[in-house]
């Protein structure tokens, strides 16, 4: 079986932004990820005719090398500015980030950088890795129907949890990795058949089940009456393993509750989506994690700080490491 030179697994903003960098370079990449497509908790899912960024709602850029590369992006119209009227209700917690400089998004959905950027490299879909292995300096990696594929350096970029899985409990990592905390977060993704006005595109909710909600319909590229619904990380962990039509139902109330035109319409979709690994409430410092002895890389937005930029910057560490 012919090794291949650098394999990564996962092709979110981590995998793909490290493999784009590895390209460039000259290194001989392979993705896999098992997903039908490229996105990660950036992905956009369809339903209905209608499209809802149900994972990550915007990025922003503060770290000099990421904001010029969102310049690239948005040069290729794969970027625009979000600028969303925002409403808070309830008291702003302590602990919250200043407002940014800009929001942005992906257009025509939060994964269109993503699908760029997997066009450009060998990406294998639908793959799910079961196991891996490290023998002979090389590794082996088995995905669920037994399809085998060897590389000489690895770059693993799912949640800490899933890589520490992969790894088991006897690798030197092990114990580092599956420390890191990640919080759940249930989504609720609302269509409606006719068009609303309202005086907000956007809303921090500081008390009560909910976390946030957006108009995703007026995000730039979009259309449609299209609202995205994210419940709080508390209430997320306290009702992770519900019934997702109950999570639905229980969500929609609240969000009748802020968003009165939908107290009197009956949403054309209503479904509830877990990310079971949304994100890290208390995240690495050190952009990525190496084991040199056995050419592995682990790396994700948890390492360098949260959010997409974090993943970036991560993916970009890895690729310098390996």
Not at 113 to 119: C, D, I, Q, T
Request: glycine share 8%.
């Amino acid at each position: 079986m012919k090794s291949i030179d650098v394999l990564i697994v996962g092709a979110g903003w981590t995998g793909l932004t490290a493999a784009s960098a590895l390209k460039a370079a000259g290194r001989e990449v392979v993705v896999v990820d098992k997903a039908r497509g490229p996105g990660g908790r950036s992905s956009t899912r369809r339903q209905d005719g209608f499209s809802f960024d149900h994972g990550a709602q915007y990025l922003t850029a503060r770290d000099e090398a990421f904001r010029a590369q969102v310049e690239a992006w948005r040069d290729l119209d794969l970027i625009a500015t979000w600028q969303p009227r925002i409403r808070v209700v309830g008291a702003r917690p302590d602990s919250a980030n200043g407002s940014p400089d800009e929001r942005l998004v992906g257009v025509p959905g939060m994964n269109a950088v993503l699908h760029y950027l997997a066009g450009h490299i060998d990406c294998r879909f639908g793959k799910k890795v079961a196991k891996i292995e490290w023998s002979d300096d090389h590794w082996t990696i088995v995905d669920e129907r037994g399809d085998r594929l060897s590389a000489r350096n690895l770059i693993l970029t799912p949640p800490p949890q899933q890589t520490a899985a992969l790894l088991g409990s006897q690798h030197p990592l092990y114990d580092q990795v599956s420390a890191v905390p990640m919080a759940p977060a249930w989504a609720l993704l609302l269509a409606f058949s006719m068009r609303t006005q309202t005086e907000f595109d956007a809303v921090f909710v500081n008390e009560g089940p909910l976390g946030w909600i957006a108009r995703n319909g007026d995000k730039p590229g979009r259309q449609g009456n299209v609202w995205v619904v994210h419940a709080s990380q508390q209430w997320s962990r306290e009702n992770l393993e519900r019934d997702a039509e109950d999570v639905a139902s229980e969500m929609l109330a609240a969000f009748n509750e802020i968003v009165n035109f939908a107290r009197s319409m009956r949403p054309a979709v209503a479904t509830a989506h877990r990310w079971r690994y949304a994100l890290c409430p208390e995240p690495l410092n050190c952009r990525a994690i190496t084991c040199p002895e056995q050419n592995l890389v682990i790396a994700g937005d948890w390492c360098a700080g949260n959010r997409i930029e974090g993943a970036w910057l991560s993916g970009r560490a890895a690729a310098g490491v390996v």
